[in-house]
């Protein structure tokens, strides 16, 4: 589903309210959030000259980690052409296939990413403040194939704006959505690696919420036939994909804005509550639309 700029603020304010709404309660339970870090990540950061790390990782470990990864890349920016290029794909290969666990990337897409998104067109990484800006000066798209990826990378140099979007938000986002019954499009969920997660399939279940709410009907389609007259229907319940980046971090900003600055005092506070609640309070939420609440006599 393609929008103009007019409706898709729209929606992301409203998307963006029934995040707000669903999370207000849960603000700051994350804060002593703890996961293993992968073997070898704290010896890999180390040797890029990097903040000491240790296994037990957690909320404030990555956010210094972001901070100094941010520090760094603006440092690499800065140097001759050569050993900017190598020392950046170097960067940029810790952040998403070290820390972020996703060493399935060849080696030329994390060079692609590291050339396209600081990319040598942008004269100052820390005047880039928006997603808007960034588009502008390097000239890039944010397509929706290697999204968990390549928002990795850009959270870790601009975590002041820049959000990480990958299968497990994308579950929180829509999964709030039909809770919430919100009057907005799905996102498209890109793959995972969370079984349980990725066996509920929100984006449809959200897709056709938001398609009942705007009064779309079911085409006609006699004797099961046009299957992919259906497919249509049901995608145009869905953020259209090279829109999806954007409206994420708009419906994202929508939800600091409600909750307060003070409350959520990094950007990406309210990411990490949404990653955190998404297989703990919020699967169970999502799971009780579907079960019963009494037992049966």
Request: with cysteine; hydrophobic share 40%; glycine share 6%.
């Amino acid at each position: 589903m393609k929008m103009n700029q007019g409706d898709m603020e729209r929606e992301a304010e409203r998307f963006g309210d029934a995040i707000a709404e669903y999370l207000e309660p849960y603000v700051g339970v994350p804060k002593d959030y703890k996961w293993k870090m992968r073997k070898g990540v704290p010896k890999q950061a180390q040797k890029l000259g990097l903040i000491a790390m240790d296994n037990d990782g957690g909320v404030l470990a990555t956010n210094k980690l972001r901070t100094d990864v941010a520090k760094k890349a603006q440092e690499i920016h800065s140097m001759p052409r050569e050993t900017r290029q190598s020392k950046m794909k170097e960067l940029c290969e810790f952040v998403i296939c070290k820390w972020g666990a996703l060493e399935s990337n060849k080696d030329d897409t994390i060079a692609s990413y590291a050339c396209i998104y600081t990319s040598t067109a942008i004269k100052n990484l820390s005047d880039v403040r928006s997603l808007a800006e960034l588009r502008a000066q390097a000239k890039c798209n944010f397509p929706f194939k290697g999204i968990a990826s390549w928002s990795k990378w850009l959270n870790f140099v601009w975590p002041e704006w820049a959000l990480i979007y990958d299968a497990r938000i994308a579950f929180a986002l829509n999964a709030i959505h039909v809770i919430k019954g919100v009057n907005a499009g799905a996102f498209p969920v890109p793959a995972g690696r969370d079984k349980l997660l990725s066996s509920l399939d929100t984006q449809s279940l959200a897709a056709l919420g938001y398609l009942n709410r705007q009064r779309k009907r079911i085409p006609d389609v006699p004797n099961g036939e046009y299957v992919d007259t259906l497919a249509d229907w049901l995608k145009s319940g869905t953020i259209a994909e090279e829109d999806v980046y954007e409206f994420y971090l708009m419906v994202m900003a929508r939800v600091r804005d409600m909750i307060g600055h003070m409350r959520f005092r990094a950007f990406v506070d309210s990411e990490m509550l949404l990653f955190y609640l998404s297989n703990r309070e919020l699967l169970h939420d999502f799971l009780s639309l579907a079960t019963p609440i009494d037992d049966p006599a």
